[in-house]
């Protein structure tokens, strides 16, 4: 009835709490209280509610619901017969309240109902609460309506509604769950009647209406009894003949919230907000009973309040942040050791499971979800890959678990090792285990990949399989299903492949060293690196893999690896393989220079001296002759016109002696040998031309013809000199 909560707390006197309480808690007017009423039977599961403003409520509702005032005026019936309700004829009649009530209370809910009892009584002094004042006011109703016609069984017609399938769940719910309001004797007698007639409502009213609800005609009860079996029939009937008003989906709503009070009785007012809300998503979509379970456990309903608080905060069930044993201890004021006596799979997770059976049971049965959408890849394996459509909230461990409780018996859970199966990893079909001792080749496995191991190595996993096999024969016969399940196992467990040849890769476990990052840098650059680039490099991969910060650190690693390092140049650094290649040449300049006279037995001109280390150095003839020069070491010998040996060597006397480029010769290289500023010979005749003319090394002319095209004198266009 639209009556605001403004006008209710006017009208009745409301104190301020009570009203507060209502206004946050959603509860606007009188239709949203009674339906809130009717549906919970108190309000102390609202915030802030205390005992007083409970009652307080309680009573108003009570007002309402006797006075049936919770129907508009606008659908009550005009025209007055056997099946007008004894509300409307307290007001077509003018009925005292004190009659009204002793109709409502003995079940006299219509006109047709108080004139039969008059008919078979001819008083009404017999019913409970009924004075002398109340008899001549009834009588005089009945007298006054006396043309009506009456059936016999217009008593049982009122029952009617209770015959549909939706009112009779619901209302035996609530027979049930309100059967702790009575004494032993008052709840023996409706758990009799309800085995009785088959937890059907109509004709468990049927009855009772016939004995006229007199209770004291029934054996073993007593005038106490009495008193409740009345107020507890009639608290069902007037909330009956409430529901009756609600549509389809409301009693579908009411009904299912009813059956989880049932089974999970300290349900939580969140818990029944998000069921009435979200029945029909389970029903199509069965990952949202993750959902559900989350919620009841977050809101105690499957487990007590410590507990849950124990699974919340430690189980590896769930994605959340783990306490310590000190934290939980701590923060339930208890001991750690009652913490871990509570944390025990039977005190604990038996229990969450045990619910969570209950749960999918009771889904299963009153909702009609269609069942988990899960997919194996493998008959014999199954670890749970979680999608976007299920709940984050619980890892892979409990989908695990729950694929092997409630979907395949079959598939075993696999832990981290034998003792603790609690939390399973994955699962492996029990006929595999039968096969394989899947326990000890995990244990061996981890072993290996737990040794230190610097270099990968390989297993083939044939034959490692057979090292644990429990039925050889049935091992050969089913191998490869034995392999696809172990595979998965053991990529699960180690994250570890098998290649094409069908071994498993045991990678390297130790920290890589300095020396390694400097080795893989050189190799991706395929070319020398300074020191301080070197240094940039390994930081951009990792700061912390230096333990000094000074680019002396990488210096002292490069010296340390002679077999793998070379310095190339000043502080610039490549790798020894380059040099074995021919690619590159350890050392210094003049290092380079001793190791190229090494392979000699006469003495080497500075410009063949020169075309060799340019190869691997950047510099010119001038530098590298005058590095020579300035040995302090004394390991070259300098013969004159540009010619070098090392002092480690014996040379002939005939191969030190050198001709020099004589003057004139050169003066008159132009005359001699150009024609309109070209010369006439190409640049390697010319050069062997002129060499023998003048008794001179053909080595020598072409290092004094090199230094004048660098000096610009001429250049050198398709092999022939031009005078520039």
């Given at each position: 009835m639209n009556v605001t909560l403004e006008k209710l707390e006017t009208k009745h006197r409301l104190s301020q709490r009570t009203y507060n309480v209502c206004r946050l808690n959603g509860l606007h007017n009188l239709e949203s209280i009674l339906d809130y009423y009717l549906t919970y039977d108190s309000f102390t599961a609202l915030r802030n509610c205390g005992n007083k403003s409970n009652q307080e409520l309680i009573t108003l509702c009570d007002y309402y619901l006797n006075t049936n005032t919770i129907q508009e005026v606008n659908e009550r019936e005009e025209i007055i017969n056997a099946n007008t309700s004894i509300e409307k004829l307290a007001k077509h009649f003018n009925l005292s309240t004190r009659s009204f009530n002793t109709c409502t209370l003995n079940n006299l809910n219509t006109l047709g109902t108080v004139i039969l009892h008059y008919k078979q009584y001819q008083s009404f002094k017999n019913l409970q609460n009924c004075g002398e004042k109340s008899n001549k006011e009834l009588i005089a109703l009945c007298n006054s309506y006396s043309d009506i016609t009456v059936e016999k069984n217009i008593k049982h017609k009122q029952y009617d509604f209770l015959?549909?399938?939706?009112?009779?769940?619901?209302?035996?719910?609530?027979?049930?769950?309100?059967?702790?309001?009575?004494?032993?004797?008052?709840?023996?007698?409706?758990?009799?009647?309800?085995?009785?007639?088959?937890?059907?409502?109509?004709?468990?009213?049927?009855?009772?209406?016939?004995?006229n609800f007199d209770f004291k005609k029934i054996n073993q009860i007593s005038k106490n009894s009495t008193q409740q079996l009345t107020n507890y029939f009639n608290s069902i009937f007037t909330f009956a003949q409430t529901i009756s008003t609600y549509s389809e989906d409301k009693l579908e709503k009411i009904h299912i919230i009813s059956k989880f009070r049932l089974k999970f009785p300290s349900l939580s007012k969140q818990t029944e907000e998000w069921l009435t809300n979200n029945y029909l998503k389970i029903k199509n979509d069965s990952s949202n009973i993750f959902r559900l379970i989350q919620i009841m456990l977050e809101n105690n309903d499957l487990i007590e309040k410590r507990q849950a608080y124990i699974f919340l905060n430690s189980s590896s069930y769930l994605n959340?942040?783990?306490?310590?044993?000190?934290?939980?201890?701590?923060?339930?004021?208890?001991?750690?050791?009652?913490?871990?006596?509570?944390?025990?799979?039977?005190?604990?997770?038996?229990?969450?499971?045990?619910?969570?059976l209950k749960l999918i049971t009771l889904t299963s049965m009153e909702i009609g979800f269609n069942g988990f959408d899960f997919?194996?890849?493998?008959?014999?394996?199954?670890?749970?890959?979680?999608?976007?459509?299920?709940?984050?909230?619980?890892?892979?461990?409990?989908?695990?678990?729950?694929?092997?409780?409630?979907?395949?018996s079959n598939l075993i859970p696999i832990s981290n090792n034998k003792e603790d199966k609690y939390y399973p990893k994955y699962l492996v079909h029990k006929k595999i285990l039968n096969i394989i001792d899947v326990f000890s080749l995990r244990n061996e496995l981890e072993v290996l990949c737990?040794?230190?191991?610097?270099?990968?190595?390989?297993?083939?996993?044939?034959?490692?399989?057979?090292?644990?096999?429990?039925?050889?024969?049935?091992?050969?016969?089913?191998?490869?299903?034995?392999?696809?399940?172990?595979?998965?196992?053991?990529?699960?467990?180690?994250?570890?492949?098998?290649?094409?040849?069908?071994n498993i890769i045991i990678e390297r476990n130790t920290a890589k060293q300095v020396h390694e990052y400097i080795y893989e840098i050189l190799e991706e650059a395929n070319t020398p690196l300074h020191i301080k680039e070197l240094f940039k490099r390994i930081n951009d991969i990792d700061d912390s893999i230096l333990r000094a910060t000074e680019i002396t650190a990488i210096r002292s690693h490069l010296l340390r690896y002679p077999n793998m390092f070379i310095n190339t140049a000043l502080s610039t650094y490549g790798l020894k393989k380059w040099e074995i290649e021919g690619r590159q040449i350890d050392g210094t300049i003049k290092d380079v220079v001793e190791k190229y006279l090494e392979k000699y037995d006469t003495p080497?001109?500075?410009?063949?001296?020169?075309?060799?280390?340019?190869?691997?150095?950047?510099?010119?003839?001038?530098?590298?002759?005058?590095?020579?020069q300035v040995d302090t070491h004394k390991k070259f010998i300098i013969f004159g016109y540009g010619?070098?040996?090392?002092?480690?060597?014996?040379?002939?006397?005939?191969?030190?002696?050198?001709?020099?480029?004589?003057?004139?010769?050169?003066?008159?290289?132009?005359?001699?040998?150009?024609?309109?500023?070209?010369?006439?010979?190409?640049?390697?005749?010319?050069?062997?031309?002129?060499?023998?003319?003048?008794?001179?090394?053909?080595?020598?002319?072409?290092?004094?013809?090199?230094?004048?095209?660098?000096?610009?004198?001429?250049?050198?266009?398709?092999?022939?000199?031009?005078?520039?």
């Amino acid at each position: 009835m639209n009556v605001t909560l403004e006008k209710l707390e006017t009208k009745h006197r409301l104190s301020q709490r009570t009203y507060n309480v209502c206004r946050l808690n959603g509860l606007h007017n009188l239709e949203s209280i009674l339906d809130y009423y009717l549906t919970y039977d108190s309000f102390t599961a609202l915030r802030n509610c205390g005992n007083k403003s409970n009652q307080e409520l309680i009573t108003l509702c009570d007002y309402y619901l006797n006075t049936n005032t919770i129907q508009e005026v606008n659908e009550r019936e005009e025209i007055i017969n056997a099946n007008t309700s004894i509300e409307k004829l307290a007001k077509h009649f003018n009925l005292s309240t004190r009659s009204f009530n002793t109709c409502t209370l003995n079940n006299l809910n219509t006109l047709g109902t108080v004139i039969l009892h008059y008919k078979q009584y001819q008083s009404f002094k017999n019913l409970q609460n009924c004075g002398e004042k109340s008899n001549k006011e009834l009588i005089a109703l009945c007298n006054s309506y006396s043309d009506i016609t009456v059936e016999k069984n217009i008593k049982h017609k009122q029952y009617d509604f209770l015959t549909k399938r939706a009112i009779n769940a619901i209302i035996i719910n609530k027979m049930i769950d309100k059967i702790e309001t009575l004494d032993k004797r008052s709840a023996n007698l409706v758990q009799t009647l309800l085995s009785k007639y088959n937890n059907q409502t109509y004709p468990i009213f049927h009855y009772l209406s016939d004995i006229n609800f007199d209770f004291k005609k029934i054996n073993q009860i007593s005038k106490n009894s009495t008193q409740q079996l009345t107020n507890y029939f009639n608290s069902i009937f007037t909330f009956a003949q409430t529901i009756s008003t609600y549509s389809e989906d409301k009693l579908e709503k009411i009904h299912i919230i009813s059956k989880f009070r049932l089974k999970f009785p300290s349900l939580s007012k969140q818990t029944e907000e998000w069921l009435t809300n979200n029945y029909l998503k389970i029903k199509n979509d069965s990952s949202n009973i993750f959902r559900l379970i989350q919620i009841m456990l977050e809101n105690n309903d499957l487990i007590e309040k410590r507990q849950a608080y124990i699974f919340l905060n430690s189980s590896s069930y769930l994605n959340s942040d783990k306490k310590t044993l000190k934290d939980l201890a701590s923060n339930l004021n208890i001991s750690r050791e009652r913490v871990r006596q509570l944390s025990t799979p039977k005190q604990l997770e038996q229990p969450f499971w045990n619910e969570v059976l209950k749960l999918i049971t009771l889904t299963s049965m009153e909702i009609g979800f269609n069942g988990f959408d899960f997919s194996t890849s493998s008959e014999n394996y199954f670890s749970f890959n979680q999608k976007d459509d299920f709940s984050d909230f619980f890892t892979t461990e409990f989908y695990n678990k729950f694929y092997s409780l409630f979907i395949d018996s079959n598939l075993i859970p696999i832990s981290n090792n034998k003792e603790d199966k609690y939390y399973p990893k994955y699962l492996v079909h029990k006929k595999i285990l039968n096969i394989i001792d899947v326990f000890s080749l995990r244990n061996e496995l981890e072993v290996l990949c737990n040794d230190k191991i610097v270099k990968s190595y390989e297993i083939n996993l044939k034959g490692f399989l057979y090292k644990f096999a429990t039925q050889t024969e049935t091992l050969l016969n089913s191998l490869q299903e034995v392999i696809e399940a172990i595979e998965n196992v053991i990529y699960q467990e180690f994250e570890i492949l098998t290649n094409l040849e069908g071994n498993i890769i045991i990678e390297r476990n130790t920290a890589k060293q300095v020396h390694e990052y400097i080795y893989e840098i050189l190799e991706e650059a395929n070319t020398p690196l300074h020191i301080k680039e070197l240094f940039k490099r390994i930081n951009d991969i990792d700061d912390s893999i230096l333990r000094a910060t000074e680019i002396t650190a990488i210096r002292s690693h490069l010296l340390r690896y002679p077999n793998m390092f070379i310095n190339t140049a000043l502080s610039t650094y490549g790798l020894k393989k380059w040099e074995i290649e021919g690619r590159q040449i350890d050392g210094t300049i003049k290092d380079v220079v001793e190791k190229y006279l090494e392979k000699y037995d006469t003495p080497k001109h500075i410009q063949e001296i020169t075309d060799f280390v340019t190869q691997y150095r950047n510099t010119n003839k001038n530098s590298i002759y005058r590095n020579l020069q300035v040995d302090t070491h004394k390991k070259f010998i300098i013969f004159g016109y540009g010619f070098v040996g090392l002092t480690s060597k014996q040379y002939s006397a005939k191969d030190t002696i050198f001709n020099q480029l004589p003057t004139v010769s050169i003066r008159f290289f132009e005359r001699d040998y150009f024609l309109n500023g070209k010369s006439q010979f190409d640049f390697d005749t010319l050069i062997h031309i002129f060499a023998k003319k003048n008794n001179l090394l053909e080595i020598q002319v072409r290092s004094s013809l090199l230094d004048k095209i660098s000096a610009g004198t001429y250049k050198l266009v398709d092999n022939y000199l031009y005078k520039v």
